[in-house]
């Protein structure tokens, strides 16, 4: 009988180490610091931690030691250091000779987004996107107005907000939950909200944005929408105004987690109430009759992986 070696054998069912945590490692070695690898990979370190986490227990060691000014790494994480780099240098070879081809995807794409979203996050996405794809021609048009994407020529949108509007077909991107915030300035002179009805001693600065009713916030607490009428004395359709008149103390302000993480982070601004949110997911929308392009599939698709990226709440 013809003897198995057992170093031969896959291990059927071991959970191995992702490919792409290796590469975030590796990054960080080379980058000396979580942020800086965060900043050079395109994501947020906490994204970087989630990923180091998820390797550590996967491997059942503990890669780095860590303090507020060094990061080094330990005698295992030089070990997997050495092993990682042989991992990817192997893939690259194996890659570079099979020689898959890949299927071009070309031609033109006209892509809309609110404004500050916009600015803050499609056009980084489309940039790489364009990276990618480089034969695809991207136009990306910023407006704070309802589109009919079909009669206007645009084959997606990239949205925020759960109102999904005519005959289209709308893919979830990723979770996303508006808080309310203000600076500590703002709450040491005013006081902190406890409960709902305080608002109305407060000043709530208000982005209207497309057809929102004035001074209305839609709050939800343990699945229950609470209709808040406020008060507001300085109003924008911008919400990068907002942030700004936030930061400067002048009142209360409902935005995106992803738009205020680094701020509440950082304590230049605090959630107030933070049992109330207001649900505002991010969407691919597209006209029906594109929905089995490969185009618009794989553009779908990138942007659901670059948003996933975004920093959960919490």
Same mark, same amino acid.
């Given at each position: 009988? %013809?003897?198995?070696?057992?170093?031969?054998?896959?291990?059927?069912?071991?959970e191995?180490?992702?490919?792409e945590d290796?590469h975030?490692?590796? !990054?960080?070695i080379?980058a000396?610091?979580?942020?800086?690898?965060? +900043?050079?990979?395109?994501?947020?370190p906490a994204?970087?931690?989630k990923?180091i986490?998820?390797?550590?227990e996967?491997?059942g060691i503990?890669?780095? @030691?860590?303090? !507020?000014? @060094?990061l080094?790494? !330990?005698e295992?994480?030089?070990n997997?250091?050495?092993?990682?780099?042989?991992?990817? =240098?192997?893939? =690259?070879c194996?890659?570079?000779?099979?020689?898959?081809?890949?299927? %071009?995807?070309?031609?033109?794409?006209?892509?809309?987004?609110?404004?500050?979203f916009?600015?803050?996050?499609?056009?980084?996405?489309?940039?790489?996107l364009s990276?990618?794809?480089?034969?695809?021609?991207?136009?990306?048009?910023?407006? =704070?107005?309802?589109?009919?994407?079909?009669?206007?020529?645009?084959?997606?949108e990239?949205?925020?907000?759960n109102?999904?509007?005519?005959?289209?077909?709308?893919r979830?991107l990723?979770?996303?939950?508006?808080?309310?915030?203000?600076?500590?300035?703002?709450l040491?002179?005013h /006081?902190?909200?406890?409960k709902l009805e305080?608002? #109305?001693? @407060?000043?709530c600065?208000?982005?209207?944005? %497309?057809?929102?009713?004035f001074?209305l916030?839609?709050? #939800?607490?343990? /699945?229950v929408?609470?209709?808040v009428?406020? %008060?507001?004395?300085?109003? !924008?359709?911008?919400?990068?105004?907002?942030?700004?008149w936030?930061? =400067?103390? +002048? /009142?209360?302000m409902?935005?995106?987690?992803?738009?205020?993480?680094? @701020?509440?982070?950082?304590?230049?601004l605090?959630n107030?109430?933070?049992?109330?949110?207001?649900s505002?997911?991010?969407?691919?929308?597209?006209? #029906?009759?594109?929905?089995?392009?490969?185009?618009?599939?794989?553009?779908i698709?990138?942007?659901?992986?670059?948003f996933?990226?975004?920093?959960?709440?919490?």
């Amino acid at each position: 009988m %013809k003897r198995v070696n057992r170093m031969s054998v896959v291990r059927i069912g071991k959970e191995w180490p992702l490919i792409e945590d290796l590469h975030v490692f590796l !990054t960080i070695i080379y980058a000396k610091s979580f942020s800086k690898a965060a +900043q050079e990979m395109g994501v947020s370190p906490a994204y970087i931690s989630k990923r180091i986490k998820i390797l550590e227990e996967k491997l059942g060691i503990k890669l780095f @030691h860590r303090d !507020t000014r @060094h990061l080094t790494l !330990t005698e295992d994480g030089k070990n997997i250091a050495r092993k990682a780099t042989q991992v990817l =240098d192997d893939m =690259d070879c194996l890659l570079t000779e099979a020689k898959i081809p890949q299927k %071009k995807i070309s031609g033109s794409i006209n892509i809309c987004a609110s404004f500050g979203f916009g600015i803050s996050h499609v056009s980084k996405v489309i940039s790489q996107l364009s990276r990618v794809y480089p034969q695809l021609d991207i136009k990306l048009h910023l407006t =704070d107005e309802d589109v009919d994407l079909a009669n206007n020529g645009f084959h997606l949108e990239v949205k925020v907000g759960n109102v999904i509007k005519g005959k289209n077909i709308a893919r979830k991107l990723a979770n996303n939950y508006r808080i309310l915030c203000a600076s500590p300035a703002y709450l040491q002179k005013h /006081g902190i909200p406890t409960k709902l009805e305080d608002l #109305e001693n @407060h000043n709530c600065l208000f982005i209207q944005e %497309k057809n929102a009713y004035f001074g209305l916030w839609n709050l #939800e607490r343990q /699945g229950v929408t609470y209709p808040v009428r406020i %008060k507001s004395h300085l109003s !924008t359709n911008c919400g990068t105004v907002a942030m700004q008149w936030s930061l =400067d103390a +002048q /009142g209360i302000m409902l935005r995106s987690w992803w738009d205020v993480y680094s @701020h509440i982070k950082d304590g230049s601004l605090i959630n107030v109430l933070p049992d109330y949110k207001q649900s505002a997911n991010i969407w691919a929308v597209y006209p #029906e009759r594109i929905s089995e392009s490969e185009k618009m599939n794989k553009c779908i698709e990138f942007l659901s992986e670059y948003f996933s990226k975004l920093p959960e709440q919490g």
